[in-house]
């Protein structure tokens, strides 16, 4: 007997019924489904990354001088190399798919709350939001 996800083509699919072919209709788009969430997942951690840089700017600029012009360079400096060694796709030292979700959540999030700090609180509603949609769907797509 033929598996649920068995594709019948010829004379064994018009014997078998539209639901064999229903079945491998639904593999097909699970398939291009997967694909489609795995590109929007890196496009919106790409976007996210963006965000966290420019909400530890935005902060940085609200301090007080001196400490703003120290703070809106020395924090996303630092921020950038950590993320390139650690978290970067195609670094050497990348960390595995799991630590990375679970470094990057905190990140974005503390992005979130220095821009609630820092008055844009709508912005940081949405980059929270994102940031936890951007965990739920990278580890939807591991499992």
């Known amino acids: 007997m033929d598996s649920p996800a068995t594709v019948k083509t010829g004379a064994a699919a018009r014997n078998a019924g539209p639901?064999?072919?229903?079945?491998?209709?639904?593999?097909?788009?699970?398939?291009?489904?997967?694909?489609?969430?795995?590109?929007?997942?890196?496009?919106?951690?790409?976007?996210?990354?963006?965000?966290?840089?420019?909400?530890?700017?935005?902060?940085?600029?609200?301090?007080?001088?001196?400490?703003?012009?120290?703070?809106?360079?020395?924090?996303?400096?630092?921020?950038?190399?950590?993320?390139?060694?650690?978290?970067?796709?195609?670094?050497?030292?990348?960390?595995a798919p799991g630590p990375v979700r679970w470094i990057a959540l905190p990140l974005f999030l503390l992005a979130a709350a220095a821009l609630a700090t820092a008055g844009a609180v709508p912005l940081a509603v949405l980059m929270a939001g994102l940031a936890v949609v951007n965990f739920v769907l990278g580890w939807l797509l591991e499992r």
């Open 19 to 95: 639901a064999a072919t229903v079945t491998g209709a639904a593999k097909v788009w699970l398939k291009a489904a997967s694909v489609w969430l795995k590109a929007t997942g890196a496009v919106l951690g790409f976007f996210l990354e963006a965000a966290m840089l420019a909400a530890f700017v935005y902060w940085s600029l609200q301090q007080p001088s001196p400490w703003d012009l120290v703070f809106a360079l020395g924090i996303p400096t630092v921020t950038v190399v950590l993320w390139g060694v650690f978290l970067s796709p195609r670094s050497e030292r990348r960390l």
